[in-house]
Every structure is written in structure tokens, then in C-alpha cells.
């Protein structure tokens, strides 16, 4: 197959998997060495295996959220990378996309940055809102989750709250934080009450 025959046909896909690469080719062993070759010459990008997406100037990359949703399903965007798109902590997190899941905890590496997933127990995974970034659909932690789940899985202490640098907490719903922390620990809930 050619690359641009393989361009037309997952040119409207953000993201393209290994799994639908019998469709195209009957040889799909075949089809997979071209791949590998398309990546070395830097055409497309790998972003774990098996998964793939068109590099500039063959189609738009879609945004990291996206992305960060697509290498692990069920996922959400949480903790760090949420607090800093709802402005709650001052740094930036482009490079680096944290996110929950309720499978075990994994890292991806790859040529757009660090994808970091922290597994959470079923009865914690919720409290998130699908949004749209850049016309892609994004599973993203609500402001006060976000910060429940950074408080849970970073193992911050009462002590430890002093020294955040949040900022923004107005933004947050008080009484839902204060609901939501009763469903982690107590350490959680007197955090909560803490910031409250």
C-alpha cells in the first residue's frame, strides 16, 4: 500500500489502531512492516503499540487530552494536568498528562510527551464531564474531583496542605467538594474541611 492511500483512509481518524489494518490490506503482515517504515521516516507517529496518528503536514495532531483518553479507555484527565487547565495551580502540564483509570497504573512514553495513569478503586471513578477540545471529545475530572483525586493519590497530609500553591479555589463548588471527599478517607475529609 502507499502511504498517501493510507493517508486518505485515516485521514478523519484522530487515531489510528493496528486492529483495523486488516480492512485495508489483505497482507496484513505486509502492512505492518510499511507502518514501521512510515514511522522511522517520521510520517507517522507511534504512541504505544499498535497505536498510531498522522504527523504534520499529513493531518492535524489532535490535542493531548484526546489523546491521553484514546491509550487507555476507561480514563479521565485528572489531578495536575486538570488543576492546571482549571487554573487552580499556577504550572503548566503540557509535556506531561495525568489521568485516572481503573486499570493498573501505567506510563506511556512517546515523541508528544509522558501520558501517566493512576489507578483508582471503581467506587471513585466518576465525577467527570465529557467537554470538547479542538472539536475532539474529552473525558476531564470536574475542578473539585480533581483535587480530591490529587489530595488521594498523592498521599497529602493535613500538614502538607499549607504548602500547595492553589490558587482559584473559588471556582470550586465547597459543598460538592466537601460531599465528595466523604466518599475517600477520613484523611480526604479533614483535608476538605481544611481548605474550606
Not at 63 to 88: D, H, K, T, V
Not at 190 to 196: E, H, M
Given at each position: 500500500?502507499?502511504?498517501?492511500?493510507?493517508?486518505?483512509?485515516?485521514?478523519?481518524?484522530?487515531?489510528?489502531?493496528?486492529?483495523?489494518?486488516?480492512?485495508?490490506?489483505?497482507?496484513?503482515?505486509?502492512?505492518?512492516?510499511?507502518?514501521?517504515?512510515?514511522?522511522?521516516?517520521g510520517?507517522?507517529?507511534?504512541?504505544?503499540?499498535?497505536?498510531?496518528?498522522l504527523?504534520?503536514?499529513?493531518?492535524?495532531?489532535?490535542?493531548?487530552?484526546?489523546?491521553?483518553?484514546?491509550?487507555?479507555?476507561?480514563?479521565?484527565?485528572?489531578?495536575?494536568?486538570?488543576?492546571?487547565?482549571?487554573?487552580?495551580?499556577?504550572?503548566?502540564t503540557?509535556?506531561?498528562?495525568?489521568?485516572?483509570?481503573?486499570?493498573?497504573?501505567?506510563?506511556?512514553?512517546?515523541?508528544?510527551?509522558?501520558?501517566?495513569?493512576?489507578?483508582?478503586?471503581?467506587?471513585?471513578?466518576?465525577?467527570?464531564?465529557?467537554?470538547?477540545?479542538?472539536?475532539?471529545?474529552?473525558?476531564?475530572?470536574?475542578?473539585?474531583?480533581?483535587?480530591?483525586?490529587?489530595?488521594?493519590?498523592?498521599?497529602?497530609?493535613?500538614?502538607?496542605?499549607?504548602?500547595?500553591?492553589?490558587?482559584?479555589?473559588?471556582?470550586?463548588?465547597?459543598e460538592?467538594?466537601?460531599?465528595?471527599?466523604?466518599?475517600?478517607?477520613?484523611?480526604?475529609y479533614?483535608?476538605?474541611?481544611?481548605?474550606?
Open positions: 500500500m502507499k502511504f498517501m492511500d493510507f493517508v486518505e483512509k485515516f485521514r478523519d481518524s484522530p487515531v489510528i489502531y493496528s486492529q483495523g489494518f486488516g480492512i485495508l490490506e489483505t497482507n496484513d503482515k505486509l502492512l505492518r512492516v510499511q507502518v514501521h517504515k512510515w514511522v522511522e521516516k510520517w507517522l507517529l507511534e504512541l504505544k503499540r499498535g497505536v498510531y496518528i504527523n504534520k503536514p499529513f493531518s492535524k495532531i489532535p490535542p493531548m487530552f484526546y489523546i491521553a483518553n484514546q491509550l487507555l479507555f476507561p480514563s479521565y484527565i485528572s489531578m495536575e494536568s486538570a488543576l492546571s487547565y482549571y487554573g487552580i495551580i499556577p504550572e503548566g503540557f509535556s506531561v498528562i495525568t489521568s485516572i483509570t481503573t486499570k493498573k497504573t501505567s506510563k506511556y512514553k512517546n515523541s508528544l510527551g509522558l501520558f501517566i495513569y493512576h489507578h483508582i478503586k471503581r467506587d471513585l471513578f466518576f465525577e467527570f464531564d465529557k467537554i470538547t477540545v479542538d472539536g475532539h471529545k474529552v473525558h476531564l475530572a470536574k475542578p473539585e474531583k480533581a483535587l480530591l483525586d490529587y489530595l488521594y493519590l498523592k498521599y497529602i497530609s493535613e500538614k502538607d496542605v499549607g504548602g500547595l500553591r492553589l490558587q482559584n479555589l473559588e471556582l470550586l463548588d465547597k460538592k467538594l466537601l460531599s465528595l471527599s466523604n466518599e475517600y478517607s477520613k484523611r480526604i479533614k483535608i476538605a474541611r481544611r481548605l474550606l
